[in-house]
């Protein structure tokens, strides 16, 4: 099992900055790939950003020049520098993660980035 912990979400104005982190513990030796998803009520989770084990970045359409994510999977930790933040960026943000030969996901409990406009 891996588990993973969110933190820094909260309250933010559109055009400002956030940053989130999520730490990995438990089974890590092997995981492949950290991200970020979010959600909100009635919608599908969507990816935000994700890492992969070599380095390679993917990110979303809508959040490609404004955020980033940094991090090494080898050392279980990601984060998410989210810029230019806008009132659409408001949902529950996830931190994922993956590992080599077991064919699960692994999430966090989620945090809260709200955007006022």
């Known amino acids: 099992q891996v588990r993973l912990v969110e933190s820094g979400g909260g309250l933010v104005q559109a055009g400002g900055t956030l940053r989130l982190s999520c730490a990995a513990s438990?089974?890590?030796?092997?995981?492949?790939?950290m991200g970020w998803y979010r959600q909100v009520p009635g919608k599908q989770r969507d990816l935000v950003a994700i890492?992969?084990?070599?380095?390679?970045?993917n990110y979303a359409e809508s959040v490609k020049g404004r955020f980033t994510i940094s991090g090494e999977t080898a050392k279980s930790t990601v984060h998410l520098q989210m810029n230019s933040l806008k009132p659409e960026d408001t949902a529950e943000y996830y931190c994922?993660?993956?590992?080599w030969g077991d064919g699960m996901d692994y999430w966090g409990k989620g945090t809260l980035v709200i955007v006022s406009s």
């Open positions: 994922y993660s993956n590992r």
């Open positions: 890492i992969t084990s070599s380095g390679t970045t």
């Open positions: 438990g089974l890590v030796s092997s995981i492949r790939d």
